[in-house]
Each structure stands twice: as structure tokens, then as C-alpha cells.
């Protein structure tokens, strides 16, 4: 499921709230944590006369290393196995997608950042990882009670869009895994497609309506309890207002997928999904 998390440390303002969800990812599967620190050498660098870029990029990675052995005894503090790595890249974000390969991670995390300000790295990490990808958020001033709340109940009532696709059936099945991390609710939702003329819309309804219904037998069977959800309208929102009706605590769905009628590849959907999402967004490639 998810045997090895990389865990992207930027020593942002809010990353130390991230630990309690660190921590419960353990109950689904986590058995090791990569903690990876990319420092941007063109940022931190590019300026500098070649007489003085040695000693300073020597002196930073000491104090990033140092800063990083804080952040593995925190971790360490909350049960997790962990190793730590610090890097220097030109583009941190593909360095970071580098990592995650060669260590053989299953899980991506990023954040926590502001609910409406994932940055730049969720962006390009979304188009190059080729593994999962949690981008968590947090409340906007951040409040560590309500944060450490909502960690541990990140994985209690997943909001699940599904369009059928590889990717989508794959964010199903873990999401069937996550019960052992504390899922109790799935609300299952197909947004329909707005493309679609007046007469093919009730034979697409029923359609979707028979797939909804296989999708949940599925669930049920693994023991979690169900609902779905048939939405109308522009499908960016009518994911975030089911999300925020129905109280998710996270978000879960393919990072790609495929419209009925033109076989239209939606990667611009979970894209807008987890970039204006308030909840926190797990992406299943």
C-alpha cells in the first residue's frame, strides 16, 4: 500500500504541523519515511563568485543537515522509521521525482501549505511523479488543535471521484486499504460530463448509475460504508462543493483519466482539483 513515504521538507511556516499525519500514516502501511531536503542551487548559489561557492555551499548543506536531523528525531519521536537526504538540483521539484524513484517510494507528501496556496512544487511534482501524491492543506491562519484534529481523521470520510479510468479504479482499491488506517465513510461521485446533448444524457445517467452501483457493492463488500453521488455541472466544481458538503477530510482520485464521449485526457481535472482544494488531495496515478 504505502510501505515507503518521501516526505518533501522545505522548512516551511506550517510543515511542523504536518507530524501528526507523518505519524498516521503508519496505520496504512508506512513502514519507513524518506525525509528529503532539495536545496535550489540556482537560488542559493547562482550569485555567488566561484570563489565563495564552495565554503557557502558547504556551510548551507551543515545547516540544512543539521535542521534535517531535527525534523528525523521529531519523526523518530512518533514511531516512524526514518532515513533523511539532502540534495542540490538546478530544479529541486524533478530532483525530488528523482528521489522518489530511485528510493522506490509509493507516496509523495507534500505541504501542509496555506488551503489556497499549495505553491509552485505541488504543481510540477503533480506533472513528473510517477507515483502517489498527498498534497496536504491546512486552515487559513493555520490552528495546530484543528490541524492535529484533522490528521488524525485524514483518512475517515474520503470523497472519491471516479471516472472509471486505470487511475480511478486504482484510488478505489486504496482506498479499500485505508480502512485499516481508520476510513469509514467513502462518498463515491461521478461528475457527469457537461459535454453531453439533452437526448444522450438519461441513457448516460443510467449508465453511470449501474457503474456507481458496482463501484459501491465493492466498497461495501471491504466493509466501509457508502454513498454516491451523481453531480451536475463544471466537474472542478462540483467536486469541491460535494467535498465541502459532505465534510471530507480528504480527497481522493486518479491524476488522469477519460471523458465518455471524446476520450479526453483529464489531467487538468485533478490538477484544479488539488491546486484550489481546501481539503488536503491524494492523487493516485
Not at 148 to 161: I, S, T
Not at 274 to 280: D, E, P
Request: aromatic share 4%.
Amino acid at each position: 500500500m504505502l510501505d515507503k513515504v518521501l516526505y518533501a521538507v522545505d522548512f516551511g511556516e506550517f510543515q511542523p504541523l504536518a507530524l501528526p499525519c507523518l505519524a498516521r500514516l503508519k496505520e496504512a502501511g508506512c513502514h519507513e519515511l524518506v525525509l528529503a531536503h532539495v536545496i535550489s542551487e540556482k537560488r542559493t548559489l547562482g550569485e555567488l563568485p566561484d570563489l565563495l561557492r564552495d565554503d557557502v555551499a558547504r556551510d548551507l548543506r551543515e545547516s540544512v543537515e543539521q535542521r534535517m536531523h531535527q525534523w528525523a528525531d521529531r519523526c523518530r519521536d512518533e514511531g516512524l522509521i526514518v532515513q533523511q537526504l539532502v540534495a542540490t538540483a538546478n530544479m529541486p521539484w524533478i530532483e525530488l521525482c528523482d528521489i522518489a524513484s530511485r528510493e522506490e517510494a509509493s507516496l509523495i507528501v507534500l505541504g501542509p501549505t496555506a488551503r489556497r496556496d499549495p505553491g509552485p512544487t505541488s504543481y510540477f511534482v503533480m506533472h513528473a511523479a510517477a507515483t502517489k501524491l498527498l498534497i496536504l492543506k491546512v486552515t487559513d491562519p493555520p490552528a495546530n488543535e484543528v490541524y492535529g484534529h484533522d490528521c488524525r481523521n485524514l483518512f475517515a470520510r474520503v470523497l472519491l471521484p471516479t471516472d472509471w479510468s486505470e487511475c480511478a479504479l486504482r484510488a478505489e482499491q486504496l482506498v479499500i486499504e485505508f480502512k485499516s488506517a481508520g476510513t469509514k465513510e467513502v462518498i463515491l461521485a461521478h461528475a457527469m460530463d457537461v459535454g453531453l446533448s439533452a437526448d444522450r444524457r438519461e441513457a448516460y445517467r443510467a449508465h453511470v448509475g449501474r457503474r456507481l452501483a458496482h463501484s459501491r457493492r465493492l466498497l461495501e463488500d471491504a466493509g466501509l460504508e457508502v454513498r454516491s453521488l451523481l453531480l451536475d455541472g463544471e466537474p472542478t466544481t462540483a467536486i469541491l462543493d460535494a467535498a465541502d458538503r459532505e465534510n471530507a477530510s480528504l480527497i481522493v482520485m486518479g491524476s488522469t483519466g477519460k471523458s465518455v464521449t471524446e476520450e479526453q485526457r483529464l489531467g487538468s481535472l485533478s490538477e484544479r482539483v488539488a491546486l484550489t482544494s481546501v481539503r488536503s488531495v491524494l492523487l493516485v496515478h
